[in-house]
């Protein structure tokens, strides 16, 4: 059995975190669990429901609170963690090997890297990196090799995205960029587009992660961009789950430097979902 908790990280403690659980059994993944926030999944595991129309709160990361949580909601130790941040072994002061590398390869597929710096992540992502390593989670880097238990990955959803749903080019899906993805669009219309690619890749990570529960709502007048934003975090945070799969699965190659790497996922169909797949077929 493997586990593997997903965070979408945000850069910024103000900020809500999204936060997924899967394991695997039998060769097939199964979400155990998806929150839109650290608040919310620590919650979770006391008992307590999750209510996607309160908005989340941002609070500090405690690994060690969430990999407890995580342990008692699947019935099994964390294998890997998975996040999408910049991290690193050094202080982050600019762009890395990991960055330049992703934007050199994938930047003509609209999938650039956003440039980190001291402020942002800065200090909260050096924090997040060594509470990670202090409890057993070394950072994952490019030699090391894929599938090793027992690490911290990093993923950028934007780069999984294209393998996921074999998309030639950047999904529009956030939030904050709908206005620069479709101009000149009325605001229902952008949400409209954008609870479209939301369920896309719902659809997509079904396809290898059973369970998936997240309640994407319905396009209403009274629908907000902010009331969307807990529904991307949350997405992005399985998305971390799913690259993570494809990394125990060697199904991942690394994308950066002895400080730090990006992990893209380099098989559409991963060993869980063909095997899984192969059981549902008629003999």
Not at 235 to 240: E, F, H, M, R, S
Not at 244 to 262: H, K, Q
């Amino acid at each position: 059995m493997a586990t593997i908790l997903g965070i979408d990280a945000a850069w910024t403690a103000g900020e809500p975190s999204g936060v997924a659980l899967v394991t695997q059994k039998d060769a097939l993944w199964r979400c155990v669990a998806v929150a839109p926030s650290y608040e919310s999944f620590l919650a979770l595991a006391n008992g307590t429901k999750i209510d996607w129309t309160a908005r989340p709160v941002g609070t500090q990361p405690d690994v060690r609170q969430l990999l407890e949580a995580a342990a008692s909601l699947a019935g099994d130790d964390v294998s890997v963690i998975t996040i999408d941040m910049p991290v690193a072994t050094v202080p982050i002061d600019g762009r890395r090997a990991a960055d330049r590398l992703v934007s050199q390869k994938f930047g003509a597929r609209g999938c650039s890297t956003h440039s980190p710096g001291p402020i942002r992540p800065g200090r909260l992502g050096a924090a997040l990196t060594r509470q990670c390593a202090s409890l057993g989670f070394d950072l994952a880097v490019d030699d090391t090799a894929c599938g090793t238990a027992k690490r911290l990955v990093e993923v950028y959803p934007h780069l999984a995205l294209l393998t996921l749903l074999n998309r030639e080019y950047r999904v529009p899906y956030k939030v904050s960029k709908s206005a620069n993805y479709w101009p000149g669009t009325r605001l229902t219309d952008r949400i409209d587009r954008l609870l479209l690619e939301f369920a896309a890749i719902e659809s997509g990570l079904q396809s290898f992660i059973s369970n998936i529960s997240i309640p994407l709502p319905p396009s209403t007048p009274m629908m907000t961009l902010s009331g969307l934003k807990r529904f991307e975090d949350a997405l992005d945070a399985l998305i971390c789950c799913w690259v993570g799969a494809c990394y125990l699965e060697r199904n991942a190659t690394a994308l950066g430097d002895s400080t730090g790497a990006i992990w893209w996922p380099t098989h559409q169909k991963t060993k869980a979902f063909s095997e899984g797949l192969q059981n549902r077929l008629p003999a």
